[in-house]
């Protein structure tokens, strides 16, 4: 059993940053990536940014230069520092990994409200 669970979200000024935070756990053999994606109410969830286990990212377009991910060295910690933030970055973040545990697997966190407003 593997979970994810974000924290760190909130209310912040346009303009401001906010960092949150992924916290796996369970038995996890093997990582290919870990990351965020964001959700607004009646749209799919689009990637944020992905650290893959060579430490390459994938990123939307979007929040290039202003929101960066790491991870710590044991991949039990993944962060997404945002900067900059604008009101269209008001979203539900969601932690999602694709890793094995009992099986090769895509795992998703609960998520967490991020709002932009003044």
């Known amino acids: 059993q593997v979970h994810l669970v974000e924290s760190g979200g909130g209310l912040v000024q346009p303009g401001g940053s906010l960092s949150l935070s992924c916290a796996a756990s369970?038995?996890?053999?093997?990582?290919?990536?870990m990351g965020w994606y964001r959700q607004t109410p009646g749209k799919q969830p689009e990637l944020v940014e992905h650290?893959?286990?060579?430490?390459?990212?994938t990123y939307a377009d979007s929040v290039k230069g202003s929101f960066s991910s790491s991870r710590d060295n044991g991949w039990s910690t993944v962060y997404l520092q945002m900067n900059s933030l604008k009101p269209e970055d008001t979203a539900v973040y969601y932690c999602k990994a694709r890793l094995a545990s009992s099986r090769w697997a895509d795992y998703w966190g609960q998520g967490t409200q991020v709002n932009v407003s003044s």
């Open positions: 650290i893959f286990s060579d430490n390459t990212k």
């Open positions: 369970g038995t996890i053999f093997n990582i290919i990536h």
